[in-house]
């Protein structure tokens, strides 16, 4: 079906009475308003009208990054880059999601299924109404995409999951350190909780589930993995204050997912209205459900929870490899033939085979020796479900129990939720689907006993959460979920033991101020105020007032004499900070020097914050520091290592290009004049709140007032080189600003750019 005739007349006939009166929306109209940003906000009468104008209005941004989406998880990126994609390819084929989309999208019901088949039909009618105006990469690359379909959206959420759910790439890696360290002797760094850091408190989560706390209480301690890598770097938070801590009495709530600025930007942003909808917020192009927005009624964030969602199963294979072993019986391995078309070349055909755990992958893991097999069984490919189900229902709700309802159907990737309601609540929740596991955590299962095998999830009900916590705020930056009265394993590689030096500056923020206006809240967006480097010098500034600090590291204190503790670029302290920041991460160890210090405060920047927080408050009390002597050493260590990695002068950073459609992959830019040069930014500092390079999305809501909420999506909503909405936030990006994000009609048509009604045929082909 191609445009009608006199459509853009139209189109512009309709923003101009627009403008100037609201209107209501006659049946089966679905109306697209794009605002100064370019935003797409979507109203019609019906659920299904509704995200049929959402497809259509993600599509005509994002079609090709859509593309992409949907060839990398299906593995047919060689088709359209060559052969050096094929090993990704192989690797898609082999975990099989999309084929595993497709079975979802046969089995499902319901208003999912619905809602999901109104998407796939707007993108498709963008499609047939638009082939002459397509982004032009198409043309560059010579391909025509094909129709939308619901398992398309099913998968590219799988796609974005993949992405954070690689610990099993680890494990026979950890296997052979683990088997290295029982034949040596060596001791792992203990494993040490930092209680205090914890969002979840035992007092807290007690009062807010007895129920739930009683079950815990009842239950056997699980030990936590002894094998578990230090907190590897996350960049993202969320953080919400009641109204105990504002002006007006209601809460405020903000989240910044933090993922790599890309061009364009890995998030689509969009506002919902009709329906049982009216809510805003991102996703991922392709798939309508929300990862962080807000309604009338409440707003929530996330950032990622970094829990072990896959693991390896080493398998007993017969000889010829078509048999495997489980409890004393040989099955036949499942085998299948993949072929994958591979640009300018001959097609490759690959065979993938599974057992009762999942595929076999010996090929893509490291360390794995020849006569070794290993299977992997993931959640994301175990599950007949999937979670835009749980997203949608997050997106309709309109107080904390129908949220945590949503909430609940929600599986992977893990994530922390902070929540805050218009009546006032706050709130967070841990949302994963987190296997009980039988074997040593962190490792390869062994597959063919039985003996350790999943035996479900940990129930959602029972996952750390609290409504209303004491400190009047929920904050999280990847860091500690619950201390270590939680009997569960959380299985987290990020941030599992205590703070990190983003949640340790915005503990400090939040906790210190108790009557927030909206400007003052949002200014903690742009706080680099480095908590640990101005920690960490005023314990070396007392060591050095008792003559316990080498000449080398006496010296280097000097050039923080007048440094405001702020990590930004063109300055050498914070150039300095941030070489000793990355210096202690892994400073503290058992098989050192640091021994006394490492068994009692830990590793990682989750023990050198438990550190220097004690010693100081110690210091501060009773005017002494245990352990001085070591504390010294620890101290001295760390700035003369750090000396030795430091460049003269301030770092120069050279122009650095953001490639065109890159998303995250590495994908080569198939239109250089698209790409862009990354503009000067304050700070690019990964262990600050304000961490630019990251800053993907940020969204600020007011409990009190919605309308005067306010977000920014960098570089911009489109993906088209020819839209003016393809790079226009950059100046908000670099400023640390946010603009309007309104959701009543009367205020979004304030800042109306162009309005288009989709015709009335089209909506009556999705009733």
Not at 162 to 170: I, K, L
Request: hydrophobic share 40%; glycine share 6%.
């Amino acid at each position: 079906m191609r445009k009608e005739t006199g459509f853009w007349i139209l189109t512009i006939f309709m923003l101009a009475a627009l403008l100037t009166s609201p209107m209501t929306l006659s049946a089966s109209q679905i109306e697209i308003i794009r605002d100064y940003w370019g935003v797409a906000h979507v109203y019609a009468d019906t659920d299904s009208e509704l995200f049929f104008g959402a497809g259509y209005a993600t599509a005509e941004d994002r079609m090709f990054q859509m593309e992409l989406s949907r060839r990398k998880v299906s593995g047919k990126l060689s088709e359209i880059y060559g052969k050096d994609w094929l090993e990704s390819d192989k690797l898609m084929r082999t975990l099989g999601l999309y084929k595993h989309a497709q079975e979802i999208a046969n089995h499902l019901d319901g208003e999912t299924k619905s809602i999901l088949e109104a998407y796939a039909e707007g993108v498709n009618y963008y499609l047939e109404t638009n082939l002459d105006n397509l982004n032009p990469v198409f043309d560059e690359i010579g391909i025509v995409p094909d129709p939308w379909t619901v398992a398309d959206s099913i998968a590219v959420w799988m796609r974005l999951s993949e992405r954070f759910d690689r610990s099993w790439q680890n494990e026979v890696t950890a296997l052979r350190n683990y088997e290295q360290r029982l034949r040596s002797g060596v001791t792992q760094d203990p494993i040490v909780i930092d209680n205090s850091a914890a969002i979840v408190t035992e007092s807290d989560f007690l009062r807010t589930d007895p129920d739930a706390y009683r079950r815990l209480m009842e239950s056997e301690q699980h030990e936590s993995s002894e094998w578990m890598e230090w907190d590897s770097l996350k960049a993202s938070h969320a953080w919400t204050v009641s109204g105990s801590k504002t002006l007006t009495g209601s809460p405020l709530l903000e989240s910044d997912p933090q993922i790599a600025v890309t061009l364009p930007s890995l998030w689509y942003e969009i506002h919902l209205s009709g329906g049982n909808y009216n809510v805003r917020g991102i996703c991922v192009a392709g798939s309508p459900g929300f990862l962080i927005g807000w309604n009338e009624y409440l707003a929530w964030g996330a950032t990622a929870l970094g829990s072990d969602n896959g693991d390896l199963f080493q398998e007993r294979l017969s000889e010829d490899r078509s048999e495997f072993l489980f409890k004393d019986v040989w099955y036949p391995v499942q085998s299948t033939t993949e072929v994958i078309n591979v640009r300018d070349e001959e097609p490759v055909e690959i065979t993938v085979s599974k057992t009762i755990h999942g595929p076999l992958v010996d090929s893509f893991l490291k360390g794995a020796g020849r006569a070794e097999n290993f299977s992997l069984k993931y959640v994301a490919i175990d599950e007949m479900k999937t979670p835009i189900t749980g997203m949608l229902s997050m997106m309709r709700s309109r107080n904390w129990e129908e949220f945590t309802g949503g909430l609940s159907d929600y599986m992977f990737p893990g994530i922390h939720v902070v929540y805050a309601d218009v009546s006032g609540n706050i709130g967070y929740h841990t949302a994963a689907a987190i296997p009980i596991r039988s074997g040593r955590l962190g490792l390869p299962q062994i597959g063919w006993t039985g003996n350790e095998e999943w035996t479900g999830y940990l129930p959602f009900e029972d996952l750390p959460h609290v409504l209303n916590p004491s400190l009047g705020f929920v904050a999280s930056a990847n860091h500690l979920p619950v201390g270590e009265w939680y009997p569960y394993p959380l299985t987290i590689g990020t941030g599992g033991t205590g703070h990190n030096p983003r949640s340790m500056r915005l503990y400090e923020l939040l906790d210190n101020q108790n009557e927030f206006t909206f400007e003052s809240f949002s200014e903690i967006h742009r706080d680099n105020v480095s908590a640990i480097a101005r920690d960490f010098l005023n314990l070396a500034g007392i060591l050095l007032q008792r003559n316990l600090l080498s000449q080398s590291s006496s010296r280097l204190l000097n050039v923080f004499s007048d440094w405001d503790y702020r990590l930004v670029e063109n300055s050498r302290a914070a150039d300095i900070a941030e070489t000793l920041v990355q210096t202690m991460h892994r400073s503290l160890r058992v098989d050192s020097s640091t021994a006394t210090l490492a068994s009692k405060y830990g590793g990682g920047h989750a023990g050198n914050i438990f550190l220097l927080r004690s010693v100081l408050s110690e210091n501060e009390i009773y005017g002494m520091l245990t352990d001085e002597e070591e504390l010294a050493v620890w101290v001295n260590q760390v700035i003369e290592t750090a000396t030795a990695n430091i460049r003269e002068g301030t770092s120069q950073v050279r122009p650095q290009v953001m490639v065109y459609q890159a998303n995250l992959e590495g994908f080569p830019s198939i239109l250089p004049n698209a790409n862009r040069i990354m503009p000067s930014l304050t700070t690019t500092s990964a262990n600050t709140i304000w961490s630019q390079l990251g800053n993907s999305y940020t969204q600020v809501v007011d409990l009190s007032n919605i309308d005067n909420s306010r977000a920014f999506l960098p570089p911009g909503i489109s993906e088209d080189p020819r839209s003016p909405h393809f790079f226009d936030q950059v100046a908000l990006w670099v400023a640390g600003e946010t603009r309007p994000a309104p959701l009543s009609r009367e205020e979004v048509m304030k800042y109306a750019e162009l309005v288009r009604i989709l015709p009335s045929s089209v909506t009556e082909k999705s009733d």
